[in-house]
Structures are given as structure tokens and as C-alpha cells.
């Protein structure tokens, strides 16, 4: 705007010293990650990893930083809880989670008989995390990886996935050649973080390989993990309420990170409006939880309010975002009133 009131010549200045500076920038951290790529290697073959490996996968990582734009701007930092959800679990993906069930209807009514996992839970996972197999990723991982490690702002959680990952292709449990995925490392239908697949990833159809962009692996992988960490078959996630003014503080949990002050569900009666209503079992253990309190400026701190159990808190194990786990469940009630 102010540039078309300048002369010729200043302009072609201001822009000069504006590229310079962030074409300093730039080399300066282009130079600054390979020194850190160089100890991050050191780094990965003491902890186990062969050299051959380290030298042949890292020999291709750069610098990524679209990767820190994307991590300082994540939805569930800024959208608000009713947006988000309402976003993430329309009719069209209802329409499509549908499809795709009656497509693969034998595998996964296996799977969920198996694992002791609802298929509306699966397919839940899947809609929200890619849109079932459209939105994969094709990032480079090991350039994603490499660039939130170098980065200050969870290096050490990224570091170890990146270790991790270095280990999953030195066993040749991955390929490093269909390493795409997400701006920030996941891999396949489900998302899944280096951490993820050493852990709980499973060749189910026994063809040697773990292929987590194929139904049978990815949905007996997806229901292996959340069977191992405790999920419970046809027990809730959540119940939206409304919560009167009179609870206290402490019982508002804002941030994913630590869900706290949990009690029976009876225990919250005197603070519930809605109570009465609530077709749930009082002695669940529940929390109580007002997603956007503390984030969204401006909002309104009692609603929207939910009471969460045990459930929903293993779908903050996959991913620790309050609203993720309530759009989760929200497609999954979404489902189970379609199958
Ligand atoms: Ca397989």
C-alpha cells in the first residue's frame, strides 16, 4: 500500500534490504540446522541406530518452514469448540465413513470383534484424522521431523520420534521410501507417530509388511493401540451439560494436557443444571471439561461444558487436543445412529 506513493528507486531499495534480511535469515538457520543435523546424527547412532542408515536417511533432510507455520497455527489453537467439531463431523462424512464400511464391512466387523473395538470408533478415527485415506500427507516426514526437532519448541518429543523412526526403517519394519505423511510426521490412514507404530502397528494380514495406508493393518493397528491403552466397548466418551455458576474453579478443565479433579458422576449433581435429564451411570468416574475457557477470548467460561470419562481421555492419548477427542466421539455417536 505505501509502496505506490514511493519513488521508483526507494522502492527497489526497500524491497533489496527486505529480501537481504530474510535471505539472511534464512541462510543463517539453513546453516544452523546442518550443524544440528551433524549432532543429531551422533545423537541417533549411539542410541542404537546403524550408520549406514543414520548417513543414508538423514542425507536428505532439510529444513522445512512451512513445518513451524503449521505448528504455530494448528485449528485447535484458535477455532472454537462448536466450529471445530461442527467442521469435522458433518452428513458428507457420515456419508463417506458409510461407503467405506459397506466396502470393507468383513475386515472390520472382524477387527472390532477381535480387539473389542467399536467399528464406529475406528471409522470415527479415520474420517477425522484423513478423511478415510483422502488427506494422507505428502510431506517428506524426516524433513518434518528433523525441522520441529531442530526447532525449540517440543525438540526433545520430536527428537525421540525422529530416533524412533531412524530404528522402524534400520529394522525394517518401514520402508524409508514411503515415508509421506503429515507436516508433522504422521504416517497412513490413522495418523500414526513413529512412537505409534513401533509400539502397536501390526501386520495383520500377514504379508511380512505393516501397511498403514491399506485397511487391514491400518484399522487392526488403530484398534490394537487404543485396545492396549484401555479403551472401553460401549462405554461413553462424553455428555454435553449445563453447568451451573455455582462450581468452582478447580473443576474446569481447559487444557488437555492433565485432566483433573475427576469424581463420580453423582458427585457433580449440585453443579449440574441438566442433571436430571443425563441418561449416563452416576458412579462413572467423570471430569468436567470447558474446552474453550482460557482460549477463545472472549468465551463464555460454563459453556459449551461436557462431562468426560475414561474413555475420551484415550483419545487425548492419540491426540492431546480437548476438541480432537470431542469430534472424535461426536462422528462416532454420529455413526452409531447410521450402522
Ligand atoms: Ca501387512
Redesign the pocket.
Known sequence: MLLTKMPKNIICIYILIILSSSLTSVFASNSEFNSWVKNFKIKAVKSGVSKIVVDDVMSDAIFLPKVIGYDRFQPEFYEDTYTYIKKRTNKNKVKKGLALYKKEKLTIDKIEKEFLIEKELLLALMGIETNFGKYLGKMDIVSSLATLSFDKRRSEFFTKELIILLKLVDQQIIDKKILFGSWAGAFGNFQFMPRTILNYAI?????T???LKKT??SFASAANYLNKIGWKKNIPCFTKIKLSKNIPDKYLNSSAGNIKNKKKVKYFKKYIKNFNDLKIDHNLEAAIITPDKDIIPGSNTYTPAYLVYSNYEKVLNWNRSLRFALAVCTLKNNFKNEI
Open positions: 501386520d495383520y494380514n500377514k504379508n509388511t505393516i501397511e487391514e493393518d
